[in-house]
Structure formats: structure tokens, C-alpha cells
């Protein structure tokens, strides 16, 4: 069965930098945009930036843009999560996903909807 597994989330003080790793435990996910979600407590899982299969496009909600950045590496099957000058509110749980309907595509998909593979999520926990 086809897997996202993500990893790098921890504590760290605002201000800091994390980067979130998400592992395809296929090579097809190469071909698919993939995109980071964040749920934090009390609220609804959010679209946080995607990227699209070659990695020739990004996509990021306003409130992480400048801050974030996604990469891919699909010689590794690895998509990355860059997260720079880390805010209290940027608490959460981060969740990769697929969205292995779009092929040969260079959309960027920001609901969670059209995202079908998800990854079990990781905690990352921002502290004033």
C-alpha cells in the first residue's frame, strides 16, 4: 500500500527553523503534486503550500509566504517542507499528501479534497 511518512517536527523557539521531510514509499509519486497540510487544536486542518510534480511550481497560503518553501527531490522520493521564522501560531500538526488524480499537470491543488494519499502527520510545537 502506497505510504507518506513524515518527519523533522519537534520544539523550537519563534524565530527558529524547522524543515519537514516526507518520504513516498513509491516512485509513481513522482508524478503527482504534493502538497503540506497543518491541523492545530480546535481547528480545522489547512492548506499550508504545494508543489507540483517537477517542482517547477509552488504554491503558499499568505500567512507562511516568505517563510516557507517546498522542495522535491524525486531521484528520492522526498519532498521537503523549509519552515524559516517560526511563529507561536505555526503550531500544529503537518501532514503530507498526494494527489495522485492530477497527472502531467503543473496545477498546484490547495483542498484538502483533491488530496487522496495522506501521511500520519508530525507535530511541530512553536514556543514564545
Known amino acids: 500500500q502506497a505510504q507518506l511518512v513524515e518527519s523533522g517536527g519537534g520544539l523550537v523557539q519563534a524565530g527558529g527553523s524547522l524543515r519537514l521531510a516526507c518520504a513516498a514509499s513509491?516512485?509513481?509519486?513522482?508524478?503527482?503534486?504534493m502538497g503540506w497540510f497543518r491541523q492545530a487544536p480546535g481547528k480545522d486542518r489547512e492548506f499550508v503550500g504545494g508543489?507540483?510534480?517537477?517542482?517547477?511550481?509552488?504554491y503558499f497560503v499568505d500567512s507562511v509566504k516568505g517563510r516557507f518553501t517546498i522542495s522535491r527531490d524525486n531521484a528520492k522520493n522526498m519532498v521537503y517542507l523549509q519552515m524559516n521564522s517560526l511563529k507561536p501560531e505555526d503550531t500544529a500538526i503537518y501532514y503530507c499528501?498526494?494527489?495522485?488524480?492530477?497527472?502531467?499537470?503543473?496545477?498546484?491543488?490547495?483542498?484538502?479534497?483533491?488530496?487522496?494519499?495522506w501521511g500520519q502527520g508530525t507535530q511541530v510545537t512553536v514556543s514564545s
Open positions: 499528501a498526494a494527489a495522485r488524480s492530477i497527472v502531467g499537470s503543473a496545477y498546484v491543488p490547495a483542498f484538502s479534497q483533491e488530496y487522496d494519499t
Open positions: 508543489i507540483s510534480w517537477s517542482g517547477s511550481r509552488t
Open positions: 513509491e516512485r509513481t509519486f513522482n508524478n503527482y503534486p
